[in-house]
Nanobody
Framework: QVQLVEPGGGSVQAGGSLRLSCAASGVTFTRDAMGWFRQVAVAGDEREQVATINRFNMTRYADSVKGRFTISKDNAKNIVFLQMTNLKPEDSSMYYC????????????WGQGTQVTVSS
């Protein structure tokens, strides 16, 4: 059973930095992919893919965060990170950690989410 726990998050002024972490169990980082998503609307459950990292450590980013966010992982501790720099008010959202098991095409396992608020 997959469990994803995201402590952290928080509030910061524009231009500041935050690091999110996600502790994973039931996931094998050397086989499965991990990602960070964020809610795109106040209402509804639509989520935007922010950054992903696969078993080969290949990363992908949304255009809106390229050059500002960095996804990384610690395979030994089963933790995935999202380092966010030069934060903008439009980055404010609920951020979710997610796992895509090897052989699957979608991210099916999700954390509970952590709030990031960027003030101008």
């Amino acid at each position: 059973q997959v469990q994803l726990v995201e402590p952290g998050g928080g509030s910061v002024q524009a231009g500041g930095s935050l690091r999110l972490s996600c502790a994973a169990s039931g996931v094998t980082f050397t086989r499965d992919a991990m990602g960070w998503f964020r809610q795109v609307a106040v209402a509804g459950d639509e989520r935007e893919q922010v950054a992903t990292i696969n078993r080969f450590n290949m990363t992908r980013y949304a255009d809106s965060v390229k050059g500002r966010f960095t996804i990384s992982k610690d395979n030994a501790k089963n933790i995935v990170f999202l380092q966010m720099t030069n934060l903008k008010p439009e980055d404010s959202s609920m951020y979710y950690c997610a796992a895509r098991k090897f052989g699957e095409s979608t991210y099916a396992d999700w954390g509970q989410g952590t709030q990031v608020t960027v003030s101008s």
